[in-house]
């Protein structure tokens, strides 16, 4: 099955699970994550290029979710609110990956994806500061402003991070 | 007039929002071999980052819905509340009678015999789900 960047168009039917969900409604908490299972699982696999990883991030990125429901104030979009919970969880996964290679030398932080080769060798030789501002724009159509909110830095950093990461992509290249 | 500096931070800015491709910065492509080459090498950039990726299947339902059972407490609503007060407040008016009327050997039958129907009731409904 091919990935498609799902829409984020918050829809009238996902207002009225959300308002279910909050209110404790657990089918329409299940229906709302189901919905943005893709959507969470593309931005991982895109960050990690393993459908591995992707996975148990993801898996963690919906717990996180479920547990921090009542903390959401719908001023932004679900979709939003689960990335910025994923991007959370892709720095503690990073700082937990770094720590471990430094304890054992050896240890291959991701395993290489079969598929997707050249793409895959684009993204992974970002920083994940630069690697994170990519994704949510060019594949997620976030604005600036939405970036910055996300990954908490300026706006103005994030297009500066971005301009600079594609031209060291095109030195990459 | 368009400058070089200018045109590619447009160039880069229409690559990242997928929007086409402003009239002037083509028609300075058009004049500017160096910026020629930098669209060209933008493109080949696109064309990669556009690759399709594999991706794994939606779980289905039952998936979330365990997910969800197992991970999210329950919220005390408001009727169970009340209830819990009303039983409390139930158990401190006996303790209280217990005490004003000095009643603490029936009081202590009572409960002892109470506590022996729950524990054979417990035993029996254990043993059947057990079975």
């Known amino acids: 099955m091919q990935w498609e960047v799902k829409s984020r168009e918050c829809d009238l039917g996902e207002q009225q699970l959300l308002d279910k969900a909050i209110k404790g409604d657990k089918d329409a908490l299940s229906l709302l994550l189901q919905n943005n299972y893709q959507f969470i699982m593309g931005y991982f696999i895109k960050l990690t290029s393993s459908p591995e990883i992707a996975l148990d991030l993801t898996q963690e990125t919906m717990l996180r979710a479920i547990k921090k429901l009542s903390q959401f104030n719908k001023k932004a979009k679900l979709s939003t609110w689960l990335i910025t919970i994923g991007t959370n969880i892709y720095r503690d996964w990073l700082r937990k990956e770094k720590r471990a290679k430094e304890e054992l030398d050896q240890l291959v932080i991701n395993e290489p994806a079969p598929k997707n080769d050249a793409l895959n060798q684009i993204i992974e030789s970002l920083p994940p500061e630069k690697r994170l501002p990519l994704v949510l724009k060019y594949y997620y159509g976030y604005t600036y402003e939405e970036i910055a909110i996300i990954l ?11 301009h600079n990461t594609i031209k060291e992509l095109r030195c990459k290249l | 007039m368009l400058n070089c500096q200018k045109a590619e931070e447009l160039m880069i800015d229409t690559l990242l929002e997928k929007k086409p491709l402003p009239k002037e910065v083509a028609s ?5 071999q160096s910026c020629q080459v930098l669209f060209d090498d933008l493109q080949k950039m696109k064309s990669l980052l556009d690759e399709p990726i594999e991706s794994m299947n939606t779980p289905p339902i039952w998936y979330f819905s365990h997910l969800v059972s197992s991970n999210k407490e329950d919220e005390i609503t408001s009727q169970e509340t009340i209830l819990f007060f009303l039983l409390a407040g139930f158990i401190l008016g006996i303790a209280y009678w217990v005490i004003r009327l000095n009643l603490f050997g029936p009081f202590i039958a009572i409960t002892s015999f109470g506590a022996l129907l ?3 009731v417990a035993v029996s409904v254990g043993r059947e789900t057990r079975d």
């Open chain 1, 152 to 162: 908490e830095i300026p706006p103005g950093t994030v297009r500066s991070r971005l």
């Open chain 2, 118 to 120: 729950l524990s054979l």
């Open chain 2, 28 to 32: 300075h492509i058009n004049e500017c």
